[in-house]
Each structure stands twice: as C-alpha cells, then as structure tokens.
C-alpha cells in the first residue's frame, strides 16, 4: 500500500459494504421468488423491488459522499464506478424477478434456479470482499472465484437456451422465457464487472 501523508474518509469502505449486503438479500430473495406461486411471487417481487429501492439509495449516499469528500481511500472514480457496477447486479436481479411476475411464468426450467443459485453465491462472495477493500488483502481467491462462477453461468445459459429452444414450442412463452433467462445472464456479467473492478483497483493500490 501506498504511504499517505493526508487523512483519508474511510468511510467510503462501509458504504460500499452496505451496499454489497443488497446484493445478497436481492439474489436469496429471487431464489425465494422462484419456488413461490403466484401469489406468493407478487409479494416477493414488491421485496426485491424494495432491496433494489434500498440499493439505489446507498449508491447515491455513495456518490454524495464523494462530492462532499476531497481526499478519497482511493481513486474517485474508481469508487464511483464500483458503486455504479454493484448497482447494476442488484437492477439485473430485480427486473429478472419483476419478469418472472409480469409475464406470468407458473413454471420454469430446472436450469433457471442453476442460475440462481450461481448468482447467490457470487452475491456472497461480493459481500465478503468489500470490506477487504480497506486493506487491499486477501482478494485474489474473490475474484478469481468469480470469474469461475461466470464461466459457469455461461454454460448454464448456454444449455439452459439449446433446451428452451428444443422443446418449447410456443414462441411467445418462449420469447417470454428467453428475456428472464438473458437478465439473469446480464446479472452473472454484472458480478463478474464488480470482481475485475476490484483486482483493477486492488493492483493499482498495491
């Protein structure tokens, strides 16, 4: 780490695990979603709307914060942009379930809560990394995991798609039921854009 002569506002490392803490009730809150009826899935979705509601507002705390800040823990605009990429993986995640519920999909393929499942791990794990923000330690085995996790998701998706396609054949449901499964790949990206931002970050820091 770098030697710093001027205080820094630390208080950015807390901010951003507040935010990272969305991510994990969004991901277990579709995964609720997922195995609900229909009923039960209008319930969850105004939850996840919320959890992203709450995401919104920590990302824009964040962002206040670095106007009124003038010396950062690190790069501004590497604060800015991490706070604007964890966002994104909560917005994929709600629109996902928002789908699930517009579109009415009663049933889904196996292969969707595979996606889920991954998305709530790589929510775990970057729950878990932002608070090593504040040493810049112990990160690698973070992103590396994630990225493992994407390449995962893609297969998932990729089989998920070759299925869908080979035996669904109405095209409305099936267009339906591409556009959830795409959003749920754009959040597996979105995760993976988090853990490269911060090894960025975490070798210019070192």
Not at 60 to 80: A, G
Not at 122 to 151: I, K, Q
Not at 155 to 160: D, P
Request: net charge negative; hydrophobic share 45%; aromatic share 6%.
């Amino acid at each position: 780490m770098r030697l710093r002569l001027t205080p820094r506002d630390t208080s950015f490392f807390d901010l951003l695990a507040d935010l990272a803490s969305h991510l994990v009730t969004g991901a277990n809150l579709l995964s609720e979603l997922l195995g609900a009826d229909r009923a039960g899935r209008k319930v969850l979705a105004k939850k996840l709307a919320d959890t992203e509601h709450a995401a919104d507002d920590a990302t824009h705390s964040i962002m206040r914060r670095l106007n009124q800040t003038f010396v950062t823990p690190f790069d501004r605009d590497d604060i800015s942009g991490l706070a604007s990429a964890l966002d994104d993986c909560m917005d994929y995640m709600e629109e996902a379930g928002d789908l699930i519920v517009l579109y009415k999909l009663d049933e889904l393929p196996a292969r969707v809560s595979d996606q889920i499942q991954v998305l709530q791990r790589c929510a775990e794990l970057t729950a878990e990394a932002m608070p090593h923000l504040r040493s810049m330690g112990d990160l690698t085995d973070y992103w590396v995991e994630v990225n493992s996790l994407e390449n995962q998701a893609d297969k998932i998706h990729r089989k998920l798609l070759a299925q869908m396609f080979d035996e669904i054949t109405d095209p409305i449901h099936l267009m339906k039921l591409k556009e959830v499964v795409e959003t749920l790949e754009f959040a597996a990206d979105a995760f993976e854009t988090v853990a490269n931002m911060v090894e960025t970050i975490a070798l210019k820091e070192s």
